[in-house]
């Protein structure tokens, strides 16, 4: 198989970790989920299995986030442009190739389908809903 500096390169390094509060951290517990191929019925690849205390500590930090964050004293048309701002950004990935993801070395896997519309769409009636203010 060919390279192809387009396709979006997957980092298996952090699967078996968490990303809670701006950083990857180790789970509370060693258990993993096998991921299968649906190409293959195969399992490609392990990912950590979060535990009760690594929720918890994933709810801590998002509410210590919004609470502490820029996200709160942001004004609904501000939230709005940073939501068609992430739906572009996912989008653009949506169209990148996924060279390998199960595998299989199949390219025509897709980045969270269907997600960039609906943000898109939330955006929009946030929007709109500030200009009838």
Sequence with gaps: MTSNSSAATIDRSNFGKFFIGGDWVDPSTDRVIEVVSPTTEE????VAEAAEADV?????????????????????????????ELAQQLRTRQRRPCEGLDGTGRRDL????????????????VRESCLQL
């Design 56 to 84: 918890d500590r994933a709810v801590a930090a998002a509410r210590a986030a919004f609470d502490d964050g820029p996200w709160p004293g942001l004004s609904p048309a501000e939230r709005a442009d940073y939501l068609r």
């Design 110 to 125: 897709l980045i969270f389908p269907g997600l960039a519309g609906v943000l898109s769409q939330h955006a929009g009636c």
């Design 43 to 46: 399992a490609v690849f392990r």
